[in-house]
Antibody
């Protein structure tokens, strides 16, 4: 059973870059899509984007200008960078494996990231 | 406002059958698979309940049933149990928006 775990700073200042890493165990990231999803406090889920094992990416158009993702196959990790953050980016960030579009079979526990000075 | 529309809340008593709806359009549910997720209290990972409209992953009880018709989908939970109390989300790919879209979530209360 593949397991995912998010890690990174829990507090980011406005205008800075939010960076998270997702470590995958029990399976290799050299297949499938690897996604980031977030949930602002009191709100629903929002898909940020995904990276295919080949390195190709696809992002939510509303966030595309600020998002980058990458793979590190040597560490079996993938990462998220979200630039120029504001308080509206405060959320629990989840990483997940996406077997088919919108079909996430494994999720991380989530990492709360607060944007505040 | 979510692209997929779900009722914000649903409830039932133990043993009852509850249905949660998910309404979309031709660009999402109408042309792509629908998936359902259960999200227990904060700090837990969401769990896939129904995959590709009506497929139950290994380990998901057959009390959970997914269906799709046209631009709508439904999740039915029979034999309701207290541990089913959670938030439920539907999700699909949207061809027009070119992204994954989620429903706003339905909070299920077991009375």
């Amino acid at each position: 059973q593949v397991q995912l775990q998010e890690s990174g700073p829990g507090l980011v200042k406005p205008s800075e870059t939010l960076s998270l890493i997702c470590t995958v165990s029990g399976g290799s990231i050299t297949s499938y899509y690897w996604s980031w999803i977030r949930q602002p406090p009191g709100k629903g889920l929002e898909w940020i984007g995904h990276i295919y094992y080949t390195g190709s990416t696809h992002y939510n158009p509303s966030l595309k200008s600020r998002v980058t993702t990458s793979l590190d196959t040597s560490k079996n990790q993938f990462s998220l960078n979200l630039s120029s953050v504001t308080a509206a980016d405060t959320a629990v960030y989840y990483c997940a494996r996406e077997l088919t579009p919108a079909g996430f079979d494994s999720w991380g526990q989530g990492a709360l990231v607060t944007v505040s000075s | 406002q979510s692209v997929l529309t779900q009722p914000p809340s649903a409830s039932g008593t133990p043993g009852q059958r509850v249905t949660i709806s998910c309404s979309g359009s031709s660009s999402n549910i109408g042309s792509n698979y629908v998936h359902w997720y259960q999200h227990l209290p904060p700090g837990t990972a969401p769990k896939v309940l129904i995959y590709r409209n009506n497929q139950r992953p290994s380990g998901v009880p057959d009390r959970f049933f997914g269906s799709k018709s046209g631009t709508s989908a439904s999740l039915a939970i029979s034999g309701l149990r207290s541990e089913d109390e959670a938030d439920y989300y539907c999700a699909a790919w949207d061809d027009s928006l070119s992204r994954v879209v989620f429903g706003g979530g339905t909070k299920l209360t077991v009375l």
